[in-house]
């Protein structure tokens, strides 16, 4: 006889602190994560009024150095991973030789010949397996550091002022999409301006066996201004309400990304050649005849809640598909992505509706985001 053993799941180092914290852990691409400590709710409004902070340590970090780095990540990736500044970071894709998207990315320029590419937990490790294929012929090593990081997040109005009470890092000339290395409570740290929900905020990546020591210290300094721990589901509904994809939902292999309304990413002015150009060309060339279906943002005009998958109607015909749904806590309504026909993608459009269980369900269609914060 024979068994096949379910896999175990990993656990991040402050897996026991979330357990103390009463949170509920859910499996996450292979990780037990928290889902939420209280109210999801709370932990949203606490983001966009306040402050949150997030445990994120099973996003995928590979590490990219040698002479020919930024030669590789330009012919592995579609951006311009070479004009990138030194300290600064940049989001980027990876694609398919068809031009798929693969996984969506966010690249560090750690140094002169060493970049820190940030990958999907669910998409880590076919990212480490297409860059490690990629880098044949080139001189570069593409390094596993998954273990090596535990990957912290402060997010909110308030967060500034809570690293500052705990770093001498110049915050103030850390500009959106930069890094610097320093400490923090300590702590050795990169320190970056990054985020996916929509408000200013920081990503600390630290050692697994520093994650414990930063955690307490973040809570502490951020007590007096309203921070709380927030977990993975108030993280989507932030991130659905800044009109931010997330993988398996409005990105997959099956599109490109011109199809996902973001060919802007894509570099063809670069250097030589890189994965996906031909088909990616071609791709863009369609999108500009005309788009097979346009990413929009859907509100409810009542208060049944979308979900990934539901058809988008019009006139009794199916036009699109939601990607993302869920309550908005911040519009108080229920709101969608959804990949529609070309013809009713325009903010206004009459006549749209979700089919809900049989039932359509109307609901206006807006542009994206459906919320942006103010600078």
């Known amino acids: 006889m024979s068994s096949t053993a379910t896999p175990e799941k990993r656990r991040t180092a402050l897996d026991a602190l979330h357990r103390s ?77 068809d031009g798929g998207i693969l996984d969506d990315l966010i690249v560090y320029r750690l140094a002169d010949h060493e970049y820190m590419v940030v990958a999907n937990a669910s998409n880590a490790q076919v990212v480490l397996d297409a860059l490690t294929e990629r880098s044949d012929g080139f001189d570069a090593v593409v390094r596993d550091d998954r273990d090596a990081y535990a990957l912290l997040a402060v997010q ?116 030589g050649d890189f994965v996906g150009r031909t088909a990616l060309e071609a791709a863009a060339e369609r999108a500009a005849a005309q788009p097979p279906r346009v990413l929009v943002g859907l509100v409810a005009e009542g208060r049944r809640v979308p979900r990934a998958g539901y058809p988008v109607v019009a006139d009794g015909q199916v036009i699109g598909e939601v990607t993302s749904g869920a309550p908005s806590p911040t519009l108080g309504r229920p709101i969608a992505m959804a990949y529609v026909d070309a013809a009713h993608s325009v903010p206004g459009t009459a006549g749209v509706g979700v089919d809900i269980r049989g039932s359509h369900e109307p609901y206006e269609v807006v542009a994206l985001p459906f919320y942006k914060r103010e600078k």
């Not at 009024?49 to 930024?70: N, Q, R, Y």
């Not at 967060?159 to 500009?175: M, Y």
């Not at 929509?198 to 600390?204: P, R, V, W």
Request: with cysteine.
């Open 156 to 271: 909110g109005p308030e967060s500034p002022d809570i690293l500052k009470a705990l770093t001498d890092a110049d915050l103030d000339g850390l500009k959106y999409y930069a890094g610097l290395p320093g400490t923090v409570a300590g702590v050795p740290a990169l320190i970056a301006r990054t985020g996916y929900t929509g408000e200013d905020g920081f990503e600390l990546f630290v050692s697994p066996g520093d994650a414990e020591k930063l955690w307490p210290a973040l809570t502490e300094a951020g007590a007096p201004v309203g921070l709380i721990p927030c977990g993975l589901s108030c993280r989507d509904t932030l991130r659905l309400e800044a009109g931010m994809p997330l993988y398996g939902h409005e990105l997959s292999t099956s599109l490109t990304p011109f199809d996902a309304g973001l060919g802007r990413v894509v570099k063809f002015e670069k250097d």
């Open 21 to 97: 914290l009463g949170a509920t852990m859910t499996d996450f691409a292979g990780w037990d994560m928290p889902l939420r400590y209280g109210s999801e709710r709370d932990e949203h409004l606490a983001v966009r009024t306040k402050a949150g902070l997030f445990d994120l340590s099973h996003m995928g970090e590979i590490t990219v150095t040698g002479p020919d780095a930024a030669a590789l990540l330009n012919y592995a990736l579609v951006g311009n991973i070479a004009s990138v500044g030194l300290g600064r970071a940049r989001y980027t894709m990876i694609c398919q030789a």
